[in-house]
C-alpha cells in the first residue's frame, strides 16, 4: 500500500497578519492627542503677536489716563519694554503654569476671570447646539424627503438665511417679538434677581445656571433659568441649524441612491421608512465630524450674542476688554478658547472613530 505524503521541505503557507483595527484606533487617538499641543502653541503665539503690534497694553489701555513718567513707570514694572521675544517666552512659562497675568483695567487675575465667566459660555454654547440637533436633524431629513419639491425648496431657503443671518440681528428680532411685542420671554441676563438669589443659597455653585437651580431645588428657579436661555439659544443655535439642515439633507440624499438603499426601495419598503430606517444613521456621521468646527463656530458667536442678550459669559467680557483695550485679559480668554477647541475637536474625533471605522491614520 503506498501512502503519498508532502515532502518535508515543502513551504508552509503562512496567512498574512491583519493589522489590528485596534492599534489603528489607538494610534490615531495618540495622533489625534499630540496634535491638540501644536494648535494651542499656535493660536496664543498669534494672539500675542497681534497684540503687540499696536503695541504694549498699558499704553493700550491706559494711555489717555497717566502722565508720561506715569506711564513709563508701569510699562517697566510690567516689563513691556523689554525685547518682545523676551516677553513671549515669559508669557509661554506664565500660560504653562496657568498663570495668565492680572487684567489691566480692573486689576483682577485673569484666571478668576476665566472661572467666573466660562460656565456661562459653555452652558449658552450647549443650549445652542441643543436647538441646533432638534432644529436641523429632522428638518434635514425632511428636506431629503421631499428633494427637489416645495417643501425642500423652503428648508434650503430657511437653512441659507439661518446662517447667513447676523447673529446679533437675530437676537435683535427675536427679543422684539418674543420679548417686546408678545411679552412671553426674558428680554436680556441669565436669570432673575430673584433666581440668582435662591441660587446662591444652594451648596453648588458651578456657574452653570442650570445646574445651580436644579441644585436649589426650586422648580421655579429651573423654569426662570430656562426661560432666559430660550431666545439666546435660539439665536445661536439656528446659526449651527443651518449648517446642520444642509449636511443632513446632502448626505441621506446620497444615501437613499446607494444599492442596499435601492434594494429595500424594490422589495416595497415606503420612502418614509427608508429615510427613516436606513439613511438616518449613516448621514449623521458628517454631522459628529463637523461638531468641532462648529464649536469654534459657536464660540465666536458666543460674543454677539452674549452683548445683544447681556448674558454676562466670556464672550461679554471679551467685547468688554476688546472695548477697554485690555489685552492682557483679551490673551487670556482667546487662549481659554483655544484649549475648548481643541479638547473639544479631540474628544469628537474620537466619537467619529468610534463610530466610522473608515476613520483612521
Known amino acids: 500500500m503506498t501512502t503519498s505524503m508532502l515532502p518535508t521541505d515543502a513551504p508552509s503557507v503562512v496567512a498574512p497578519r491583519s493589522k489590528s483595527a485596534g492599534g489603528g484606533l489607538g494610534r490615531y487617538i495618540l495622533v489625534r492627542f499630540l496634535l491638540i499641543f501644536p494648535t494651542i502653541f499656535i493660536l496664543v503665539t498669534l494672539v500675542f503677536l497681534l497684540m503687540r503690534t499696536i503695541g504694549d497694553p498699558i499704553t493700550a489701555a491706559l494711555g489717555g489716563r497717566l502722565t508720561a513718567d506715569q506711564l513709563q513707570e508701569r510699562?517697566?514694572?510690567?516689563?513691556?519694554?523689554?525685547?518682545?521675544?523676551?516677553?513671549?517666552?515669559e508669557y509661554l512659562g506664565q500660560v504653562f503654569t496657568g498663570n495668565f497675568g492680572n487684567t489691566i483695567s480692573d486689576n483682577?487675575?485673569?484666571t478668576e476671570v476665566l472661572l467666573t465667566y466660562g460656565g456661562a459660555t459653555l452652558e449658552l454654547a450647549f443650549y445652542a447646539l441643543v436647538v441646533a440637533f432638534i432644529v436641523g436633524i429632522p428638518l434635514g431629513m425632511l428636506a431629503a424627503y421631499f428633494r427637489d419639491r416645495l417643501p425642500d425648496a423652503v428648508l434650503r431657503i430657511f437653512a441659507i438665511l439661518c446662517y447667513a443671518t447676523p447673529v446679533f440681528f437675530a437676537g435683535m428680532l427675536l427679543k422684539l417679538v418674543f420679548s417686546v411685542w408678545l411679552g412671553w420671554l426674558p428680554v436680556a441676563g441669565r436669570a432673575s434677581t430673584r433666581t440668582e438669589l435662591a441660587m446662591q443659597t444652594a451648596d453648588v455653585h458651578t456657574g452653570i445656571y442650570l445646574i445651580d437651580a436644579i441644585a436649589s431645588g426650586s422648580s421655579a428657579a429651573i423654569g426662570d433659568v430656562l426661560a432666559h436661555a430660550v431666545l439666546p439659544g435660539i439665536a445661536l443655535g439656528l446659526l449651527t441649524a443651518g449648517v446642520?439642515?444642509?449636511?443632513?439633507?446632502?448626505?441621506?440624499?446620497g444615501t437613499l441612491s446607494t444599492d442596499y438603499v435601492e434594494a429595500a426601495r424594490s422589495r416595497g419598503v415606503s420612502e418614509a421608512r427608508l429615510v427613516r430606517k436606513h439613511a438616518y444613521k449613516p448621514a449623521l456621521i458628517p454631522i459628529i465630524t463637523v461638531i468641532g468646527l462648529q464649536i469654534a463656530l459657536l464660540l465666536g458667536g458666543a460674543v454677539l450674542t452674549e452683548t445683544t442678550f447681556e448674558w454676562k459669559g466670556l464672550g461679554f467680557q471679551l467685547a468688554s476688554y476688546l472695548a477697554a483695550r485690555d489685552f492682557v485679559a483679551v490673551q487670556g480668554i482667546v487662549a481659554l478658547l483655544a484649549v475648548i477647541v481643541a479638547v473639544t475637536n479631540f474628544i469628537v474625533d474620537i466619537i467619529a472613530a468610534l463610530i466610522d471605522p473608515r476613520v483612521r491614520y
Open 75 to 89: 510699562i517697566h514694572e510690567a516689563g513691556y519694554d523689554r525685547p518682545v521675544l523676551v516677553q513671549y517666552f
Open 244 to 253: 446642520f439642515l444642509r449636511l443632513v439633507r446632502t448626505n441621506v440624499i
Open 108 to 110: 483682577r487675575p485673569v
